[in-house]
């Protein structure tokens, strides 16, 4: 049974940064693209940026591009969210999921194409 484990988050002010981290085990880790997805009160989960198994490839939501980075170790099985320069609009919680297929060589943005997730991790910014 795979099992994905967020954390990192907190309350910054704006400006500031954080890193999420997500620890995975079970299944082969390197074989599946991770994304990192958020979601706010009301709002609809959305993509964050996507990261291949290789990790050679990623993909960013224009709201996030040249302020998030996404990175990952797969001798640790663990997929990053460095963010920096946070805004108050970044407020949410963050989750990380696994892609549904196996050698995925596209990057599906959203939810319901990811079948495992973490309970998720909270970040908020103070403006």
């Known amino acids: 049974q795979v099992q994905l484990v967020e954390s990192g988050g907190g309350l910054v002010q704006a400006g500031g940064s954080l890193r999420l981290s997500c620890a995975a085990s079970g299944g082969t880790f390197s074989a599946y693209a991770m994304g990192w997805f958020r979601q706010a009160p009301g709002k609809e989960r959305a993509v964050v940026a996507l990261i291949s198994g290789s990790g050679r490839s990623t993909y960013y939501a224009d709201s996030v591009k040249g302020r998030f980075t996404i990175s990952r170790d797969n001798t640790k099985n663990t997929v990053y969210l460095q963010m920096n320069s946070l805004e108050p609009e970044d407020t949410a919680t963050y989750y990380c999921?696994?892609?549904?297929?196996?050698?995925?060589?596209?990057?599906?943005?959203?939810?319901?194409?990811?079948?495992?997730w973490g309970q998720g991790t909270q970040v908020t910014v103070s403006s």
């Open positions: 999921g696994r892609d549904r297929d196996w050698r995925s060589t596209t990057f599906r943005t959203t939810y319901w194409a990811y079948d495992y």
